[in-house]
């Protein structure tokens, strides 16, 4: 015959080799001891040692031939020497990585993700863990899968294409699908189609696992001694009483000025506090310091009517220009400070206004304030704040045509306060309170000081609604008023001079017309009242911290458990269907996806080998599929004890 055959040679070793003779596959086999371990096989005739003998291709051939050594029990020949331990062992792992994920959900379930000490991040463990569990399970799936085709063929006739059906179930999830659709007897291969299910199911595996964690953000609050807000249960001025002789040296004062400067342009000083700046907020149930209260009330005023003169608001003489000097009287029944109030009014306050009017420069006087310091008696009185505002253009031609204009009068009184701030929180947008209180104190006792800052006396006051004592130095008390009079006692007129000419070093009375001042009052009071807690400005001697609690958005870990019934459901299913497996096969050669089974294992037909399932150089596989499915076969043992696919006994598929 017109053969090609291999010129290597392997000693020691059993082999088939495939070739070519008249436009058909031969199979040659290749055995260096006799007899080999598969006798199935041997359906060639051999020569001699380590030679290729050529496969009988005659129906009639005989397996027998091959091999003169005694027949022994296949199913002890063909069965490996590890049984089903791989099988177990993955098993094992699957059940060990399912109850390990269980753990460690239960482990990092309500936890702050925070408090994650290991290199990698839940997400990643989760994952790790499901897919240890998946490439388990998996396992013993393709194996049972494998092992169970050959009882399904022993049991009863059946399609001989569902041999191919198992193996490709065996492969994956796509295999797996196509067995649960075309397998011809499903209930006989239930156990085939729960492990195809589970092939299939275990596509979803990796998708649970994302779905097992969620984290959300929540709010968790902690004490910590370093959030703290200052509060001032006395107040010894730093600026105002600097330790001797470095009196002329002290600089702190300027800083003060500063402060108090800007809060006569609304910009308020703010409150000390410390609060992370990873912190959502910082609380504090509730403070109480010493600070400056005040009240707004308005003023009456009225005209005592004008006079002319010939100087401007400076005093300086106008040659070609006539003024009217307007005076007016303010009188307030509602100070907050009565007595003091009733020392001192009623004020009279003059303005003056060129006649007759210009559009340019007028040196007019339009404004004029007054601070009255404080205390009155040893009291509690900061002092008492009145302005007058009058037009800038009085519109009038002609001096015999002319009255006193219209002048707005405001009136603010300041005393020494308790304020309660209640339900206090810091945000990075600023600080706010649900609710805020003061307490006008009242006088005590006045006692010696000895600190080495002064000499003076430290003066007691007492808080009544909530038996609080706040104490003051005698320099303070006395001077820190004194300076508001320097500052706040003020005029402003549209003159045309510069910097130099004997104006004042800041133009206070011109910003002071320019503001709304019940605004202005609230700022000063809320300006010195946070100088006096503040550390940071280091201006008073006596505070205290007061601590709070600082918030934090903390990620959480929730499970969301539901996700955790299909790898538990798996593992499960996986140990129940190799346990039945296991029962099911146990009196079957273990072959499992061994591809020398299919080898050693033919087809006959009526004990001669069917002649339909030949392989030429143009057979497909989907011929090879079509011929096998009109053919109904069992596996059983032949005369001489070895397997074969049989159709005798069987009714074929098209066939009578």
């Known amino acids: ?110 936890t702050p993700l925070d408090q994650w000490d290991l290199p990698i991040q839940p997400n990643s463990a989760v994952a790790s863990l499901t897919t240890v569990n998946k490439v388990a399970l998996l396992v013993p799936t393709a194996s049972c899968i494998s092992q169970l ?10 399609k001989f294409a569902d041999l191919q059906l198992f193996d490709t179930a065996s492969r994956g999830p796509w295999g797996s699908l196509v067995f649960l659709l075309k397998v011809s007897s499903p209930i006989k291969a239930f156990v085939a189609m729960g492990f195809s299910l589970l092939t299939i199911l275990a596509l979803g595996l990796d998708a649970s696992a994302q779905q097992l964690l969620q984290f959300s953000t929540q709010e968790m609050e902690v004490n910590d001694e370093s959030v703290v807000m200052g509060s001032a249960p006395g107040y010894i001025s730093k600026s105002i009483n600097p330790q001797l002789p470095t009196q002329a040296l002290n600089t702190k004062v300027i800083s003060l000025q500063f402060a108090i400067f800007n809060a006569l342009q609304g910009s308020t000083f703010n409150s000390y506090f410390t609060c992370p700046s990873k912190a959502v907020r910082c609380n504090w149930d509730s403070l109480a310091t010493l600070g400056v209260c005040s009240s707004w009330n308005s003023a009456s005023v009225a005209s005592d009517g004008c006079v002319t003169a010939t100087a401007d608001a400076l005093g300086v003489q106008m040659s070609n220009a006539t003024y009217a000097v307007c005076g007016y009287t ?16 009623p004020s009279q306050v003059n303005l003056t206004f060129r006649i007759p009017s210009v559009d340019f420069i007028s040196h007019n006087k339009v404004f004029d304030s007054h601070f009255i310091p404080g205390p009155y008696q040893e009291g509690t009185e900061f002092g008492e704040f009145w302005a007058l505002k009058g037009p800038k253009s009085t519109n009038f031609s002609t001096q015999a045509g002319f009255k006193a204009p219209e002048a707005k009068a405001f ?88 910097f130099g000419y004997g104006l004042p070093l ?25 100088i006096l807690r503040s550390r940071v400005f280091d201006e008073n001697a006596n505070i205290t911290d007061v601590t709070g609690r600082v918030i934090y958005d903390e990620t959480y870990i929730h499970i969301q458990w539901a996700w955790l019934l299909l790898p538990l459901a798996e593992t499960t299913l996986v140990t129940l269907l190799l346990i039945l497996s296991i029962a099911i096969t146990s009196k079957q050669p273990l072959l499992k996806d061994s591809v020398l089974a299919y080898l050693a294992t033919d087809v006959r037909d009526h004990g001669q080998k069917a002649s339909n399932l030949r392989i030429t150089q143009w057979t497909s596989q989907r011929e090879l599929e079509s011929l096998a499915e009109g053919m109904i076969v069992k596996l059983e043992l032949d005369k001489h004890g070895q397997f074969e696919f049989s159709t005798e006994g069987t009714r074929q598929f098209g066939k009578p």
């Open 1 to 110: 015959e017109n053969t090609t055959t291999s010129n290597q040679v392997y000693p020691s070793t059993d082999f088939l080799l495939l070739t070519q003779s008249n436009s058909k596959l031969v199979t040659y086999f290749f055995q260096s001891t006799m007899p080999g371990p598969f006798p199935l096989v041997s359906r060639a005739r051999s020569n001699k040692k380590r030679s290729f003998t050529k496969m009988d291709e005659t129906p009639g051939g005989s397996t027998a031939d091959i091999s003169q050594a005694s027949i022994q029990n296949p199913t002890a020949e063909l069965q490996p020497s590890w049984w089903w331990w791989w099988e177990i062992v993955a098993v094992i792992i699957c059940i060990v990585s399912a109850a390990s994920l269980v753990a460690l959900l239960k482990t990092i379930d309500n």
């Open 149 to 158: 085709k050959w009882s399904y063929f022993t049991n009863a006739p059946r």
């Open 330 to 345: 303010l009188s307030n029944s509602h100070s907050g400070n009565p007595e003091l109030a009733a020392a001192m009014y």
């Open 411 to 498: 009136y603010a009184s300041f005393w020494w306060c308790s304020k309660i701030f209640q339900g206090i929180t810091v945000k990075p947008s600023g600080i706010s309170y649900t609710a805020t209180s003061s307490e006008r104190l009242s006088y005590l006792f006045r006692r010696s000081n000895n600190n080495n800052i002064n000499n003076g006396s430290i003066i007691t006051f007492a808080a009544n609604s909530t038996g609080l004592n706040y104490t003051i130095d005698e320099a303070t008390y006395d001077l820190l008023p004194e300076y508001f009079h320097g500052l706040l006692t003020t005029v402003a007129s549209d003159d045309g001079y510069n």
């Open 506 to 530: 800041l133009a206070l009375g011109g910003l002071l017309y320019q503001q709304n001042l019940e605004n202005l009052t609230d700022s000063i009071t809320d300006t010195v009242t946070n």
